[in-house]
């Protein structure tokens, strides 16, 4: 399961239509500073002070541990860059989408692209689609499924006007 | 918005079923689901054990069992108790409501939320099949204190194995916890608008990450003295054993709040409901919580005035632990004050956590008994102790769990419990429970020693009591399985909000909680 997409935005901008997501992501630089750090300093200090004691095998656990949470928060900061965007303008519709590592952007031709939107049960666990030339590209995977039926039809509106 | 071939891998959109729904499951609410019945069978387990060792104490003499075995069943029983019921039913509670109560799809880390389960039976596997090994389970104390930790059979290295997998277990729990909470909360829902529940997970998963490493390094320790020569606690080698029980403690005691904060989270969550007010201090709460937190770092040494210390380090550790009183009246004092002239309604949750303020209340009062250094000198070992810690476990942490799950079963289930055998099962539960634990006071202030398969004549009568009782309180506990299991089946429909007085996000989910939620954040005024 992704992360929720909240920061959605949809409308008009200099005669194209654009809509974006990006993830909702609370945990702001200086709150993951202070817990990251705080915990580090303690799993540290205490192992190092039972380390000088000659108890050193805590200061192996306290290691690994504040490295999966160091992962854990680099995982999280990826997150960060992650958006989806849809752009259509004229006769084109772009559209980019940037999870983790991965990003990509595709170039449709308005005439030629198809909406799709399968439910598995009426109304519900829908995917959304544009797809042109046998090659779909989903759309609004951080939306629910209102929302995404929502987009669904102002694309088929747009695309057919 | 990917190409479709990448989309692939996002598993939200179908709904396993069959085994393999379980097994590999990253659902939140799967998950909770897991821990929570993996907590349920542990608990009727070291149950089973409890009961054992109050029939062999119904009488002086040996009964039912041998002085290893009875060693065996009271060190399995604490074990099971912490690490296998109440920790995982915490867990479980998390899984299901934090996401819920942040408006968030699911856990930050879903995929290794699965693999912090599944490790766990493996765990318990390991701890109960040593019972069938040659020299049986271990016998020498949940605290595995050297030298008889580092004497044992096979069992022990087991014992150790099963205790890192739990650990590990609660690592990965509590990375996931915290990350969730930081990152995943509603727009809107700043870290002061959290439910005290979130909260008190929260500061619960900060303790465990603190405090693991310093387990974990205590059990290898153990470990290498027994089988790689080394001395760290072995006094046969110039080791030190009453070091463990400081390196231990130091992990333990921040353990014992591991084992209670989330239960403050629950009441916290429950009063407020059928009192039909907000939570009184909410912000106090907060800092209540924090504070306790941090002190429990600091008392650790409470556990061992026996052992011998400076007068200086008595009094250190004496006055910073009856410090701790301070934060928890707060607490105390803000549920009383929340349900202070509130249109209160007595369901079984609310009975519940009334219970648990009143009993917990007793729990800390005798621990703070405990806490003055020469009374303590008196009654370390006793049973006495035994009493204080089960009113802290028994009637505030399992209180607090009974309470949860009445509270939050409906929306889980979308059907409502049976109130009348749920009553039934608060009232015998509560009962049963206090003619327990509550002469175990007087047992300990006589001098009756704990973990004794056998005792003096004097101690008949007390102990006697305490048997019947635990065979009510055991056996009423099988009203609140039959509950669980009729509320899954069915009865009647669960509205969305199920109280009237409850507030926050699960409750604006139907009921039952649909498989996926809050794909979309809501936003929180």
């Known amino acids: 399961m992704e992360q929720v997409k909240t920061e959605v935005c949809a409308g008009e901008s200099a005669g194209a239509f654009v809509f974006q997501s990006r993830p909702n992501l609370s945990l702001t630089r200086p709150q993951e500073r202070l817990v990251f750090w705080s915990l580090a300093a303690l799993c540290f200090a205490t192992a190092i002070g039972f380390a000088w ?17 160091a992962w854990a928060f680099k995982a999280l900061r990826s997150r960060e860059g992650d958006y989806e965007s849809l752009v259509i303008e004229g006769d084109v519709v772009v559209l980019e989408w940037h999870r983790g590592k991965h990003g990509a952007r595709r170039e449709l031709n308005r005439q030629w692209a198809r909406v799709e939107c399968n439910c598995r049960t009426p109304g519900r666990n829908c995917r959304l689609s544009l797809c042109s030339h046998g090659h779909a590209t989903e759309v609004g995977q951080y939306l629910n499924d209102e929302a995404r039926l929502q987009l669904a039809a102002v694309l088929r509106s747009r695309l057919q006007g | 918005m990917s190409d479709a071939a990448h989309a692939h891998d996002d598993h939200g959109h179908g709904h396993p079923s069959g085994v393999m729904r379980w097994l590999t499951t990253t659902n939140h609410k799967d998950i909770g689901t897991l821990y929570l019945f993996f907590a349920l069978i542990m608990l009727f387990v070291a149950g089973s054990m409890a009961l054992l060792i109050r029939a062999e104490l119904f009488q002086p003499g040996l009964q039912l069992t ?14 099971i108790m912490i690490f296998g019921v109440i920790m995982p039913a915490f867990s479980g509670f998390a899984n299901w409501q934090v996401p819920l109560m942040l408006g968030a799809p699911d856990m930050a880390f879903p995929r290794m939320n699965n693999w912090a389960f599944w490790v766990l039976p493996v765990a318990g596997l390991l701890l109960m099949g040593s019972f069938w090994l040659p020299g049986g389970a271990v016998a020498g104390g949940w605290t595995m204190y050297p030298p008889l930790f580092i004497q044992g059979g096979i069992s022990y290295d087991l014992t150790i194995l099963a205790v890192h997998i739990m650990g590990l277990s609660s690592i990965m729990g509590s990375i996931n916890i915290v990350t969730t909470i930081l990152n995943m909360r509603a727009p809107g829902l700043t870290l002061m608008k959290m439910p005290l529940f979130c909260w008190t997970w929260l500061i619960t998963a900060y303790l465990l990450i603190a405090t693991m490493p310093v387990l974990a ?3 290898t320790m153990l470990l290498t003295d027994r089988n790689f020569g080394t001395h760290f606690f072995n006094a046969a080698g110039g080791g030190d054993p009453v070091m463990f029980q400081h390196i231990f403690w130091f992990f333990a005691h921040p353990e014992v709040y591991i084992l209670i904060l989330p239960a403050f989270g629950i009441v916290s ?13 909410y912000a106090s709460m907060v800092y209540a919580t924090a504070s306790i937190a941090i ?19 008595q009094l250190f550790f004496m006055f910073s632990t009856m410090l701790i009183a301070v934060p928890t009246g707060v607490k105390v004092f803000n549920w009383v004050a929340t349900m202070w002239k509130g249109s209160m309604t007595f369901e079984t949750p609310m ?5 648990f303020v009143c009993l917990f209340t007793i729990g800390g009062f005798s621990g703070l008994v405990l806490a003055i250094a020469p009374v303590d000198i008196q009654l370390h070992d006793t049973y006495y102790v035994v009493a204080h810690f089960h009113y802290v476990l028994v009637s505030g942490a399992l209180f607090s769990i009974f309470a949860g799950i009445y509270y939050w079963l409906p929306k889980w289930t979308g059907h409502m419990y049976d109130e009348t055998l749920g009553k039934w099962h608060f009232w015998l539960s509560v009962i049963g429970m206090n003619i327990v634990f509550f002469p175990m006071h007087f047992l300990g202030l006589a001098g009756m020693p704990r973990r004794i398969p056998d005792y003096a004549l004097q101690f008949t009568e007390f102990n006697q009591i305490a048997t019947v009782g635990a065979f009510i309180f055991g056996f009423s506990q099988l009203i609140f399985l039959i509950v669980v299991l009729k509320t899954i089946k069915g009865g009647a429909k669960a509205t969305d909000r199920v109280w009237e007085g409850a507030e926050g996000l699960e409750w604006t989910l139907p009921s039952p ?7 979309t954040a809501p936003v929180v005024k």
């Open chain 1, 53 to 69: 004691l000659g108890y050193w095998l805590i200061l192996p656990f306290a290691g690994l541990e504040i490295g999966l949470l």
């Open chain 2, 66 to 79: 041998n002085p290893d075995f009875f060693n065996q069943l009271t060190t399995m029983h604490g074990l």
């Open chain 2, 217 to 219: 390094g205590a059990v």
């Open chain 2, 269 to 281: 969550q429950v009063i407020p409901t059928f009192a039909r007010k907000p939570l009184f201090g």
């Open chain 2, 295 to 313: 002190l429990s770092f600091i008392v650790w040494a409470h556990h061992m005035f026996t052992v011998g210390m400076p007068a200086a380090a």
């Open chain 2, 351 to 355: 009975l519940f956590a009334i219970a």
């Open chain 2, 513 to 519: 909680a649909p498989y996926h939620t809050f794909e």
